[in-house]
């Protein structure tokens, strides 16, 4: 993979949106990273809004087109990605980081940051997929957030925002250089938070118990129920209760 080019700007609504806007005009190249020190218009999963403090986290995006990156399973790219971030942060020593499916990173039971991945068509054609990164880094204060916490919060450390960058950018190239989807699988199922462990979860008919036991390759969360059955669930069909 390319090395990455990083943009960095004062603020902006949405780097992910900035990056599409660049896309259809035409001049948007493999491996841009576009870097806001403030995202006001931020986005995460479900359409919530991802709000920080500005100049204390990261917000970035980066752009990856499909002809350099060929997955056979739809959920490859998010897998790597996740695991690039969870690398990264392993390396800096924050504690007991996992991926809370789909697109979560934890320390604990803390939610540090979350990932949004928003593909680009021609037609119909799949071009390349816009990766969207929201972390929170030296934040210590959280309103109505009883869940969020940051990387300094979790470790007692301020770290400098350009060298957590460059680290997870570091981690994304290395999880695309050999990619062996087999192996990306198997070290994502095992990162998975509450692997094993039974949990609380909510679908449109009410909530249940079920116990954690992957992700399909098609980024469906696979529960066993209490009966013993295992059953998928797609990403609008079922939310944690937590």
């Known amino acids: 993979m390319s090395q990455f080019t990083v943009n960095k700007i004062g ?10 806007e660049e896309y259809h005009n035409g001049s948007l190249a493999h491996g841009k990273v576009l870097w806001a ?3 006001t218009q ?14 204390k986290n990261l917000t970035f995006s980066v752009f990856l087109s499909q002809e350099r990156l060929q997955f056979s399973s739809p959920y490859g790219l998010n897998c790597c990605v996740a695991l690039g971030i969870k ?6 020593e ?23 991945i928003e593909n680009v068509y021609r037609g119909s054609v799949l071009m390349g997929s816009i990766v969207g990164v929201g972390l929170n880094v030296n934040q ?3 309103s109505n957030l009883p869940q969020a916490s940051s990387m300094r919060l979790c470790s007692g450390r301020t770290f400098v925002l350009e060298d957590v960058l460059q680290l997870i950018l570091k981690q994304f190239s290395n999880q695309f250089k050999a990619i062996n989807e087999k192996e990306i699988f ?28 992957g992700v399909n390759t098609s980024g469906q969360l696979q529960l066993q129920l209490d009966s013993g059955e ?7 069909s079922v939310q944690w209760v937590y």
Not at 11 to 20: M, P, Q, V
Not at 186 to 213: M, P, Q
């Open 87 to 92: 690398n990264a942060l392993d390396l800096l």
């Open 230 to 236: 295992i059953k998928a669930f797609a990403l609008k």
């Open 11 to 20: 603020a902006i609504g949405s780097t992910n949106e900035a990056l599409r």
């Open 140 to 142: 210590e204060h959280f």
């Open 37 to 39: 020190l403030n995202q």
């Open 186 to 213: 198997d070290r994502y199922r095992t990162s998975l938070f509450s692997l094993n462990e039974r949990r609380v979860f909510r679908t449109s008919k009410g909530t249940f118990h079920a116990k954690v036991i």
């Open 42 to 55: 931020g986005k995460g999963q479900r359409g919530a809004v991802w709000a920080v403090e500005a100049n």
């Open 94 to 116: 924050i504690p007991a980081v996992t991926i809370k499916w789909p697109n979560d990173i934890l320390s604990g039971d803390k939610k540090l940051g979350g990932i949004l």
